[in-house]
C-alpha cells in the first residue's frame, strides 16, 4: 500500500483514497443502522440524547459523533429540534 501510494502514478492513489472513502461510508451508515439511529430518525426529529436512550447508552458523545459523521455524508442534519434524515 505504501508503495502505491509513493509511485508516480495518480490513478492508484486515487482509487485508494475513494475505496478508503467508500469504507467510511460504509462503516458509517452500518453504525447508524445498528444503533437503531437511522430508523428512529425516520420516525420523527430527535435530539442525541433520546437517540442514545433509545440504543440503550448512558452517554451520548459517541453517538453525537457518529450523527455529525453521518450529516457530513449528507445522511442526516441538524434541525431546531435535534437530528433528522436530509431530504434525497
Same mark, same amino acid.
Given at each position: 500500500?505504501?508503495?502505491?501510494? /509513493?509511485?508516480? &502514478?495518480? !490513478? =492508484?492513489?486515487? !482509487?485508494? $483514497? /475513494?475505496?478508503?472513502?467508500?469504507?467510511? /461510508?460504509?462503516?458509517?451508515? #452500518?453504525?447508524? @443502522?445498528?444503533? #437503531? *439511529?437511522?430508523?428512529?430518525?425516520?420516525?420523527? =426529529?430527535?435530539?442525541?440524547?433520546?437517540? *442514545?436512550? *433509545?440504543? #440503550?447508552?448512558? &452517554?451520548?458523545?459517541? @453517538?453525537?459523533?457518529? @450523527?455529525?459523521?453521518?450529516?457530513?455524508?449528507?445522511? $442526516?442534519?441538524?434541525? !431546531? &429540534?435535534?437530528?433528522? @434524515?436530509?431530504? /434525497?
Amino acid at each position: 500500500m505504501l508503495q502505491m501510494a /509513493r509511485s508516480g &502514478d495518480l !490513478r =492508484p492513489r486515487l !482509487r485508494a $483514497v /475513494r475505496d478508503g472513502q467508500a469504507a467510511v /461510508r460504509v462503516a458509517a451508515v #452500518g453504525a447508524g @443502522l445498528r444503533t #437503531g *439511529a437511522l430508523d428512529h430518525l425516520r420516525e420523527a =426529529p430527535s435530539t442525541a440524547g433520546e437517540l *442514545a436512550k *433509545a440504543a #440503550g447508552w448512558s &452517554d451520548e458523545t459517541t @453517538l453525537e459523533g457518529l @450523527l455529525q459523521v453521518l450529516a457530513g455524508l449528507g445522511l $442526516v442534519r441538524s434541525s !431546531r &429540534d435535534g437530528w433528522e @434524515l436530509a431530504a /434525497r
